[in-house]
C-alpha cells in the first residue's frame, strides 16, 4: 500500500507569488495548518526553490514576473507530477481551460478565502496520493517504462519481472523523482509499517531492482544512491509522460 499517511514529515508546500501580502498570508494560513511552507516571489526564483525543495504541492500564480505562471508550470510538467494549484485574478473560462492544458490540478481565482484554498489543498492532496495524474511513465525512449494502473514494467519493450515489492520500491522512487529517500522510509511507505524488516533489506531489493532495469548496474541511471541517505530516481535526463487524461 503506497499510503501518503504513513509518512511523518509535515507536507511540503511552494506558494509562487509576487504578491507579498498574499504570500505572506497564505504562508500563514498553511503553516497553522500544518504544512511546511516556502515562498518565491517570481517565476525565476520559483523554479530553483521547486528544484531545490521538490514540494508535495505548488500553488502557482499565474502573473509573474520573469517567468510567466504559464510557463513556470509547462516547466515543472515536464519534469514531475507535482499537483499544481493556479492562483489567477483572471476568471475567464479560457484561461481555466489553458490552466488545466499546462498540467494544473486546480485553479483558484482571485480574491479567495483562505478556508477555500485550504480545502482545495486538501483535495488535490488527496486526490493526487490516491490516483496517479499519469498511468504510464516512459524514460530515455522507452529503455524503461512504468505502467502505474496495471503495475507492469518493461525494460527495452521486456517485460522486467519485478516482484511485488521490487515494483513498490521502483514506483515510488519514480513518481518522486529527485527525492532523497531513506531506507527506513522506503520500508514503511512501500513496503508498509509492519513490515518490520532489517533496513538492509532495502539493500538487497535495490540489488535486485538494479539487476532488472538498469544497463550497467555500477553505473545506474534510474536508481541512484545518494551517500549518506538512501536512495533517488535518476530519469536520465529525459522523460516523456502519457497523460491518464
Ligand atoms: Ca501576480
Redesign the pocket.
Known amino acids: 500500500m503506497e499510503s501518503s499517511g504513513a509518512r511523518e514529515t509535515p507536507r511540503k508546500i511552494l506558494v509562487i ?3 507579498a501580502k498574499i504570500a505572506e498570508a497564505l504562508l500563514a494560513y498553511l503553516k497553522s495548518a500544518g504544512y511546511e511552507a516556502s515562498a518565491a516571489s517570481d517565476g525565476e526564483s520559483g523554479l530553483s526553490a521547486f528544484n531545490s525543495l521538490n514540494p508535495d504541492l505548488v500553488i502557482l ?4 514576473p520573469k517567468i510567466s505562471g504559464e510557463k513556470l508550470c509547462s516547466e515543472i510538467r515536464r519534469v514531475s507530477r507535482v499537483p499544481i494549484i493556479m492562483l489567477t485574478a483572471k476568471t475567464g473560462l479560457d484561461d481555466k481551460v489553458a490552466g488545466f492544458a499546462l498540467g494544473a490540478d486546480d485553479y483558484v481565482t482571485k480574491p479567495f478565502s483562505p478556508r477555500e484554498l485550504l480545502a482545495r489543498v486538501g483535495s488535490v492532496l488527496r486526490r493526487s496520493g490516491a490516483s496517479p495524474l499519469f498511468s504510464r511513465m516512459s524514460w530515455n525512449g522507452g529503455d524503461l517504462e512504468i505502467d502505474l494502473e496495471s503495475r507492469e514494467v518493461w525494460k527495452r519493450g521486456h517485460p522486467a519481472a519485478l516482484t511485488p515489492n521490487e515494483y513498490k520500491i521502483l514506483a515510488l522512487l519514480a513518481k518522486h523523482p529527485n527525492r532523497a529517500y531513506t531506507r527506513e522510509e522506503l520500508i514503511d511507505a512501500a513496503l508498509g509499517e509492519n513490515f518490520g524488516g532489517f533496513e538492509r533489506v532495502i539493500d538487497s531489493h535495490i540489488k535486485n531492482l538494479r539487476g532488472k532495469i538498469e544497463d550497467d548496474t555500477a553505473n545506474p541511471l534510474y536508481i541512484l544512491t545518494v551517500r549518506g541517505v538512501g536512495y533517488r530516481f535518476g530519469y536520465g535526463g529525459r522523460t516523456e509522460t502519457k497523460a491518464l487524461r
Open positions: 507569488e509576487d504578491e500564480d499565474l502573473m509573474l
